[in-house]
């Protein structure tokens, strides 16, 4: 079949047409954004940035229930016991001791948003949210086309599973606004990498009025 022959949604707003969306949200945990949590504690990093996405992303999370868009829901659970060797490497090349993100604690606990009752929930061992979890089949049960990407880090979990989904066919849009990372540079080089190869970059703004009804 030629390209032409398929039937793909060209234009952004068909992308973002209601019906055809999923909103997802990574790791907004306090380890990854509080001040006091692993990010800034232990890796010494600025968590300032996820502060500055939440009245953007509290509009999407709003917007998108307003329009009848699921809300799919993106936890790690780093404990040391359940990732793989690749990320453990790394911490003991570092002497890193801390834990991430641990159910039970207080970092594992969600940051300034949070699901509501029947929000699909996927908890991740791994950067990519599809790794290892049952991502896909929460996916395939909604019946979306569409992922909407907030959340942190940028240029970390939100870009391996925005990649993953890509990679599985899905149509990916990175929230600029709504996603957020200690580190500027490589929040930026990843935006400019979504709009180059992996999909749209887009404004909240533009993204609820794309869910409007009668756009």
Known sequence: MSLANRDLPVTLSARLAPGRCVLMVVDMQNDFCAPGGYIDKTMGKDVGAASAILPALRELTSGARAAGIPIVWLRADYSHDRIPDSMALKLVARGIEAECCKPGTWGHDWFGVQPEPGDPVVTKHSYS?????????????LGRQTIVFTGVQTQVCVESTLRDAHAHGYYCVAAADAVGSHSPPLHAATLDNVRFLFGDVCSAADILAAWQPGH
Do not use: I
């Open 129 to 141: 949210g599809f790794t290892g979890t049952d991502m896909q089949s929460v996916l395939t049960a």
